[in-house]
């Protein structure tokens, strides 16, 4: 509308410089004006097909793939519904700290839903999908760490499968960076007389190469280490927030990522801010009832 209507301002504004005659101007300046209309809504069409022919991710796409009915996100739901919860809860992190420190919100929201769809391969080897038996109780260190790092290349490998743009499919595998999987280390050391190399028990991904993919490894960290605490306050959880972010910046996760100390603070407090309503607690009711 708007370049119609100036469109149609800049004919009628010439055409009466000129001298032109009025009943021609108006014409004129009602065919530029339509001609403004015709191209917005050839650039809404065209859209679509610009998007899928290149892979373009641009709002109305991240809002595409943010709708529980697709199909990654629904074979989450369906087959590893404790990684689905936790997904939730990590956008929900993300998308307020990103749009704290300016950042695309709505990208942070989409990569931190599909940030774990790796976890389909073997879902019930993840804690928040096991309900009493722990598998790993029964396999040696080494192959536990195999089968939870390879949760991050599966998860890029079924992002491109299933169509996903690039600034989505990147978080897979940089959410987890190069860290260590300290349980599976620590086993492996009880277990082992001689030395036992971290790097094999630790993730082979990329560390974080933009802001979104740093502050979705940064919530994704938090929301399982808030959720691990015993009755978490507000300086229990800032001491952990705190730690979570030195010890990333110590491993050399965010050497290869534009985000500052600043920004990182001021995700930090995003998190201290959000995780009260996150992560509340319910009164207990006699006999089980809850009003």
């Known amino acids: 509308v708007l370049v119609g209507v100036t469109n149609f301002l800049c004919v009628i504004a010439v055409g009466m410089i000129n001298g032109a005659v009025s009943s021609d101007t108006a014409l004129n300046g009602l065919c530029a004006a339509g001609s403004g209309l015709c191209a917005a809504i050839l650039c809404i069409g065209v859209q679509p097909i610009l998007e899928w022919i290149f892979n373009l991710t641009t709002s109305a796409k991240l809002l595409e793939l943010s709708n529980p009915n697709q199909p990654l996100l629904r074979r989450m739901l369906l087959e590893a519904p404790g990684s689905y919860h936790h997904s939730i809860i990590v956008a929900n992190l993300a998308e307020t700290a990103a749009s704290a420190i300016g950042a695309n919100g709505l990208l942070a929201r989409v990569g931190a839903y599909y940030h774990d769809v790796g976890k389909l391969s073997n879902p019930f080897y993840f804690a928040e999908n096991q309900a009493g038996y722990n598998p790993h109780d029964d396999i ?52 082992t007389d001689g030395e036992v190399d971290i790097r094999d028990y630790s993730y082979h991904g990329t560390c974080p190469t933009n802001r979104i993919a740093a502050i979705i490894m940064i919530c994704d960290s938090s929301e399982a280490a808030i959720r691990a605490m015993d009755h978490p306050d507000g300086e229990r959880v800032d001491r952990l927030l705190r730690n979570i972010i030195a010890d990333r910046i110590a491993r050399g996760q965010f050497d290869n990522c534009p985000i500052s100390m600043m920004e990182l603070d001021t995700v930090r407090q995003t998190i201290m801010s959000a995780y009260g309503g996150l992560f509340h607690t319910r009164i207990k009711y006699p006999g089980g009832e809850r009003s």
């Open 140 to 191: 040696l260190p080494e192959v536990s760490a195999e089968i939870i790092r390879k949760h991050t290349t599966e998860g890029y490998r079924l992002c491109k499968e299933y169509g996903l743009p690039e600034e989505v499919a990147c978080v897979t595998v940089q959410h987890h960076g190069t860290l260590p999987m300290a349980v599976f280390y620590e086993r492996a050391k009880r277990l």
